[in-house]
Protein backbone atom coordinates (compact mmCIF):
# COMPACT_ATOMS: atom_id res chain seq x y z
CA UNK A 1 0.00 0.00 0.00
CA UNK A 2 2.39 2.23 1.12
CA UNK A 3 4.51 1.70 -2.50
CA UNK A 4 1.40 2.46 -4.23
CA UNK A 5 0.83 5.45 -2.59
CA UNK A 6 4.33 6.47 -3.51
CA UNK A 7 4.14 5.62 -7.12
CA UNK A 8 0.91 7.79 -7.21
CA UNK A 9 3.03 10.86 -5.81
CA UNK A 10 5.47 10.43 -8.18
CA UNK A 11 3.17 9.99 -10.74
CA UNK A 12 0.99 13.36 -9.97
CA UNK A 13 4.36 15.02 -9.44
CA UNK A 14 5.71 14.13 -12.67
CA UNK A 15 2.19 15.62 -14.61
CA UNK A 16 2.38 18.72 -12.40
CA UNK A 17 6.13 18.98 -13.87
CA UNK A 18 5.07 18.15 -17.25
CA UNK A 19 2.40 20.38 -17.15
CA UNK A 20 4.27 23.36 -15.93
CA UNK A 21 7.29 22.28 -18.74
CA UNK A 22 4.37 22.49 -21.10
CA UNK A 23 2.96 25.69 -20.34
CA UNK A 24 5.91 27.70 -20.40
CA UNK A 25 7.62 27.04 -23.68
CA UNK A 26 7.16 29.03 -26.71
CA UNK A 27 4.82 28.18 -29.40
CA UNK A 28 3.82 28.64 -32.85
CA UNK A 29 0.60 30.66 -33.22
CA UNK A 30 0.39 30.96 -36.63
CA UNK A 31 1.94 31.74 -39.81
CA UNK A 32 1.41 34.59 -42.49
CA UNK A 33 2.68 34.96 -45.77
CA UNK A 34 4.69 38.39 -45.97
CA UNK A 35 5.13 41.00 -44.34
CA UNK A 36 3.34 41.02 -40.92
CA UNK A 37 2.63 43.50 -37.83
CA UNK A 38 0.72 44.80 -35.59
CA UNK A 39 -1.72 48.13 -35.48
CA UNK A 40 -4.02 48.91 -32.40
CA UNK A 41 -7.08 50.18 -34.03
CA UNK A 42 -8.62 53.24 -32.24
CA UNK A 43 -12.09 51.41 -32.70
CA UNK A 44 -11.70 47.86 -33.78
CA UNK A 45 -8.47 46.69 -31.42
CA UNK A 46 -6.12 44.97 -32.42
CA UNK A 47 -5.41 43.89 -35.79
CA UNK A 48 -2.85 42.07 -37.46
CA UNK A 49 -1.63 43.65 -40.84
CA UNK A 50 0.31 41.89 -44.09
CA UNK A 51 1.51 43.24 -47.15
CA UNK A 52 1.27 41.03 -49.88
CA UNK A 53 3.90 43.05 -52.83
CA UNK A 54 3.49 40.67 -55.48
CA UNK A 55 -0.52 40.79 -55.35
CA UNK A 56 -0.29 44.72 -54.38
CA UNK A 57 -2.99 43.83 -51.01
CA UNK A 58 -2.78 45.00 -47.85
CA UNK A 59 -4.86 42.10 -45.63
CA UNK A 60 -6.20 43.22 -42.16
CA UNK A 61 -6.63 40.06 -39.78
CA UNK A 62 -8.72 39.77 -36.38
CA UNK A 63 -7.00 38.43 -33.24
CA UNK A 64 -7.91 34.74 -34.36
CA UNK A 65 -6.12 35.53 -37.78
CA UNK A 66 -9.11 35.26 -39.18
CA UNK A 67 -9.34 37.63 -42.47
CA UNK A 68 -11.47 41.00 -41.39
CA UNK A 69 -10.16 43.11 -44.93
CA UNK A 70 -8.06 43.25 -47.62
CA UNK A 71 -7.22 46.16 -49.26
CA UNK A 72 -6.44 46.67 -53.47
CA UNK A 73 -3.11 48.64 -53.68
CA UNK A 74 -2.81 50.97 -57.31
CA UNK A 75 0.74 50.95 -58.22
CA UNK A 76 1.34 52.70 -61.03
CA UNK A 77 3.12 50.79 -64.52
CA UNK A 78 6.73 50.46 -64.22
CA UNK A 79 6.78 50.87 -60.49
CA UNK A 80 7.71 48.78 -57.92
CA UNK A 81 5.65 48.43 -54.20
CA UNK A 82 8.19 49.19 -51.73
CA UNK A 83 7.76 46.15 -48.48
CA UNK A 84 6.07 48.08 -45.90
CA UNK A 85 3.19 50.21 -45.28
CA UNK A 86 2.80 52.85 -42.29
CA UNK A 87 0.67 54.59 -40.38
CA UNK A 88 -2.46 51.92 -40.16
CA UNK A 89 -5.36 53.41 -38.13
CA UNK A 90 -8.87 54.40 -37.79
CA UNK A 91 -10.51 58.00 -37.54
CA UNK A 92 -7.10 59.86 -38.15
CA UNK A 93 -6.80 60.21 -41.97
CA UNK A 94 -10.68 60.76 -41.66
CA UNK A 95 -13.50 60.69 -39.94
CA UNK A 96 -15.75 58.21 -41.38
CA UNK A 97 -14.13 55.29 -39.14
CA UNK A 98 -12.62 53.84 -42.27
CA UNK A 99 -9.28 52.59 -42.08
CA UNK A 100 -6.45 54.51 -43.65
CA UNK A 101 -2.87 54.01 -44.17
CA UNK A 102 0.25 54.91 -46.49
CA UNK A 103 2.03 53.06 -48.80
CA UNK A 104 4.85 54.16 -51.54
CA UNK A 105 6.33 52.37 -54.46
CA UNK A 106 9.44 53.64 -56.63
CA UNK A 107 10.60 53.21 -59.93
CA UNK A 108 14.89 53.21 -61.34
CA UNK A 109 13.97 53.63 -64.85
CA UNK A 110 15.64 55.91 -66.29
CA UNK A 111 16.43 57.13 -62.60
CA UNK A 112 14.96 56.59 -59.16
CA UNK A 113 11.70 58.13 -58.37
CA UNK A 114 9.32 57.29 -55.33
CA UNK A 115 5.89 58.06 -54.89
CA UNK A 116 3.20 57.62 -52.01
CA UNK A 117 -0.39 57.56 -51.16
CA UNK A 118 -2.53 57.64 -48.26
CA UNK A 119 -5.98 55.24 -48.84
CA UNK A 120 -8.83 53.87 -47.10
CA UNK A 121 -9.88 50.53 -46.73
CA UNK A 122 -11.87 50.96 -50.17
CA UNK A 123 -8.55 52.37 -51.67
CA UNK A 124 -10.06 55.72 -52.26
CA UNK A 125 -7.31 57.99 -52.28
CA UNK A 126 -6.37 60.79 -49.63
CA UNK A 127 -3.58 61.85 -50.60
CA UNK A 128 -0.41 61.87 -52.88
CA UNK A 129 2.85 62.94 -52.70
CA UNK A 130 5.25 62.65 -55.44
CA UNK A 131 8.39 62.06 -54.76
CA UNK A 132 8.07 61.01 -51.47
CA UNK A 133 10.15 57.62 -49.96
CA UNK A 134 7.68 57.31 -47.08
CA UNK A 135 5.07 59.60 -44.40
CA UNK A 136 5.46 59.12 -40.85
CA UNK A 137 2.12 60.44 -38.54
CA UNK A 138 2.92 62.09 -35.44
CA UNK A 139 1.22 63.39 -32.51
CA UNK A 140 2.25 67.43 -31.57
CA UNK A 141 0.66 67.72 -28.32
CA UNK A 142 -2.45 67.23 -29.42
CA UNK A 143 -2.17 67.52 -32.77
CA UNK A 144 -1.80 65.11 -35.51
CA UNK A 145 0.78 65.92 -37.86
CA UNK A 146 2.08 63.49 -41.02
CA UNK A 147 5.54 64.33 -41.91
CA UNK A 148 6.54 63.15 -45.88
CA UNK A 149 10.05 62.64 -46.40
CA UNK A 150 11.05 63.43 -49.79
CA UNK A 151 14.59 62.52 -51.52
CA UNK A 152 16.04 64.30 -55.05
CA UNK A 153 18.41 61.88 -55.97
CA UNK A 154 19.90 63.88 -58.83
CA UNK A 155 20.54 66.52 -56.05
CA UNK A 156 21.37 64.60 -52.79
CA UNK A 157 18.82 67.41 -51.33
CA UNK A 158 15.62 66.48 -48.72
CA UNK A 159 13.30 67.94 -48.33
CA UNK A 160 9.91 67.56 -45.77
CA UNK A 161 6.22 68.35 -45.82
CA UNK A 162 4.23 68.60 -43.28
CA UNK A 163 0.72 67.58 -43.32
CA UNK A 164 -2.08 68.76 -41.22
CA UNK A 165 -4.56 65.87 -40.43
CA UNK A 166 -8.39 65.62 -39.27
CA UNK A 167 -8.57 63.31 -37.51
CA UNK A 168 -6.84 62.09 -33.58
CA UNK A 169 -3.79 60.73 -33.35
CA UNK A 170 -3.98 56.98 -31.86
CA UNK A 171 -1.24 55.75 -29.86
CA UNK A 172 -1.12 52.22 -30.71
CA UNK A 173 -0.19 52.95 -34.70
CA UNK A 174 2.06 50.63 -35.92
CA UNK A 175 5.22 51.28 -37.30
CA UNK A 176 6.25 54.93 -36.74
CA UNK A 177 9.42 54.71 -35.27
CA UNK A 178 10.32 56.36 -31.64
CA UNK A 179 13.16 58.08 -33.72
CA UNK A 180 13.03 58.90 -37.07
CA UNK A 181 16.99 58.67 -38.53
CA UNK A 182 17.82 58.68 -42.11
CA UNK A 183 20.34 56.95 -43.91
CA UNK A 184 23.28 58.70 -45.21
CA UNK A 185 24.97 59.74 -47.90
CA UNK A 186 21.46 58.78 -50.04
CA UNK A 187 22.35 58.00 -53.23
CA UNK A 188 25.63 56.46 -51.65
CA UNK A 189 28.65 56.02 -54.22
CA UNK A 190 31.13 54.99 -51.51
CA UNK A 191 30.04 53.74 -47.86
CA UNK A 192 26.13 54.37 -46.22
CA UNK A 193 25.53 55.07 -42.77
CA UNK A 194 22.34 53.51 -41.17
CA UNK A 195 21.63 55.43 -37.67
CA UNK A 196 19.76 54.03 -35.01
CA UNK A 197 18.58 54.89 -31.59
CA UNK A 198 21.31 53.59 -28.85
CA UNK A 199 18.37 53.88 -26.28
CA UNK A 200 16.16 51.50 -27.69
CA UNK A 201 18.84 48.95 -28.18
CA UNK A 202 18.90 47.77 -24.01
CA UNK A 203 18.55 44.24 -24.84
CA UNK A 204 20.35 44.40 -28.62
CA UNK A 205 18.72 44.63 -31.86
CA UNK A 206 19.12 44.14 -35.86
CA UNK A 207 19.15 46.05 -38.89
CA UNK A 208 18.32 43.59 -42.11
CA UNK A 209 18.68 45.08 -45.60
CA UNK A 210 16.63 43.80 -48.28
CA UNK A 211 17.07 44.29 -52.11
CA UNK A 212 13.69 45.59 -54.26
CA UNK A 213 12.61 41.74 -54.16
CA UNK A 214 12.34 41.52 -50.62
CA UNK A 215 15.29 38.98 -50.39
CA UNK A 216 17.36 39.95 -47.34
CA UNK A 217 21.04 40.63 -48.33
CA UNK A 218 22.53 41.58 -44.90
CA UNK A 219 21.82 41.44 -41.39
CA UNK A 220 23.55 43.26 -38.81
CA UNK A 221 23.07 42.71 -34.68
CA UNK A 222 23.35 45.83 -32.62
CA UNK A 223 23.32 47.39 -29.54
CA UNK A 224 23.77 50.21 -27.11
CA UNK A 225 27.53 50.27 -27.63
CA UNK A 226 27.04 52.60 -31.19
CA UNK A 227 23.94 54.62 -32.57
CA UNK A 228 24.85 53.30 -36.26
CA UNK A 229 26.07 50.55 -38.54
CA UNK A 230 28.17 51.58 -41.96
CA UNK A 231 27.84 49.71 -44.73
CA UNK A 232 30.96 49.72 -46.70
CA UNK A 233 31.66 49.73 -50.51
CA UNK A 234 31.26 46.96 -52.27
CA UNK A 235 29.37 45.36 -49.67
CA UNK A 236 26.29 45.73 -51.46
CA UNK A 237 25.81 46.35 -55.83
CA UNK A 238 23.97 48.91 -57.61
CA UNK A 239 20.31 49.28 -56.87
CA UNK A 240 17.19 50.04 -54.27
CA UNK A 241 17.33 48.90 -50.99
CA UNK A 242 15.13 48.83 -47.79
CA UNK A 243 15.82 48.24 -44.01
CA UNK A 244 13.99 46.99 -41.02
CA UNK A 245 15.81 47.98 -37.66
CA UNK A 246 14.45 46.07 -34.74
CA UNK A 247 14.85 45.58 -31.19
CA UNK A 248 13.39 42.87 -28.54
CA UNK A 249 9.79 44.58 -28.84
CA UNK A 250 9.70 44.74 -32.73
CA UNK A 251 10.11 46.81 -35.54
CA UNK A 252 11.60 50.24 -34.87
CA UNK A 253 11.74 52.01 -38.08
CA UNK A 254 12.08 50.96 -41.87
CA UNK A 255 12.97 52.93 -44.98
CA UNK A 256 15.05 53.11 -48.31
CA UNK A 257 18.60 54.06 -49.80
CA UNK A 258 19.95 53.61 -53.37
CA UNK A 259 23.26 52.77 -54.22
CA UNK A 260 25.21 53.75 -57.14
Not at 147 to 155: G, M, P, Q, V, W
Request: proline share 3%; hydrophobic share 40%.
Amino acid sequence: MKRLLINAIAFIMLMMAISVYTCGQITLDHTYTGWASVADLSVSGYKYHVLDTQAKTLKLYNADHSLWKTVNLSVPAGYTLMTAVYNVSENLFSLDGKVGFSYSYYTTTPDYQAETKVINENGTVLLTIAGANYAYAYDMDGESKLLAYIINYSTSTYTTKVYDLPGDFATGIAGIPQEQLLPYPNPATQAITIPYSANEMTYGGEIRVFNSGGQLMKSFQVDQSFDHIIIQPGMLSSGVYHYKILNSTGELDAGSFVVK
